[in-house]
T-cell receptor, first 115, second 112 residues
């Protein structure tokens, strides 16, 4: 399977703990996106990378959220001092660079539950 | 802020009938739109896209219509099948693939 993969698929944690999620994009895609999706809602954009550069991070929900893509391949999303309100599905997507199309290919998501 | 919304939160159709899912957007600068399908436990899956220089685009059993005058987007599914049951999202952006804004979604239920 050469699609976008995310790990773990499910994470249960206690309030106040730190969590880190990983995303492996489609190998030839240099754009990578993180979204958050709560139940019954559409995905909410968080941040975006082009290669290793984080070009948009103003939508990260608070300073407890951070993302990295150190080598321009996989990316991690970290949430520090988790709160119950952080419980959601965290989606990663990738896309190729270029103006011809803007389709983003989504991974299966990581479902976070904060107790 | 700018947002994308949907007229109908749920839609039930008989198998074999055509489905129409509607979406209103408010950002007049949006120039690219995508319809996504999301099944339970999965990430959104691309269905069809359209740029603002077009008003209609057809795919396999699906058609997207764009009316820029009233900022309205619709997805038509022909001969709806049980496998079409899912939540459908419209998404828009104005920056060539960056920063998509998604609507809240419409759940499509296909009745036997």
């Amino acid at each position: 399977d050469t699609g976008v993969s995310q790990d773990p698929r499910h994470k249960i944690t206690k309030r106040g703990q730190n969590v880190t999620f990983r995303c492996d994009p489609i190998s030839e895609h240099n754009r990578l996106y993180w979204y958050r999706q709560t139940l019954g809602q559409g995905p909410e954009f968080l941040t975006y990378f082009q290669n290793e550069a984080q070009l948009e991070k103003s939508r990260l929900l608070s300073d407890r959220f951070s993302a990295e893509r150190p080598k321009g391949s996989f990316s991690t999303l970290e949430i520090q001092r988790t709160e119950q309100g952080d419980s959601a599905m965290y989606l990663c997507a990738s896309s190729p660079e270029g103006l011809a199309g803007g389709e983003q290919f989504f991974g299966p998501g990581t479902r976070l539950t904060v107790l | 802020g700018e947002s994308v919304g949907l007229h109908l939160p749920t839609l039930s159709v008989q198998e074999g009938d055509n489905s129409i899912i509607n979406c209103a957007y408010s950002n007049s600068a949006s120039d690219y739109f995508i319809w996504y399908k999301q099944e339970s436990g999965k990430g959104p899956q691309f269905i069809i896209d359209i740029r603002s220089n077009m008003d209609k685009r057809q795919g396999q059993r699906v058609t997207v219509l764009l009316n820029k005058t009233v900022k309205h987007l619709s997805l038509q599914i022909a001969a709806t099948q049980p496998g079409d049951s899912a939540v459908y999202f419209c998404a828009e952006n104005s920056n060539y693939g960056q920063n998509f804004v998604f609507g809240p979604g419409t759940r499509l239920s296909v009745l036997p």
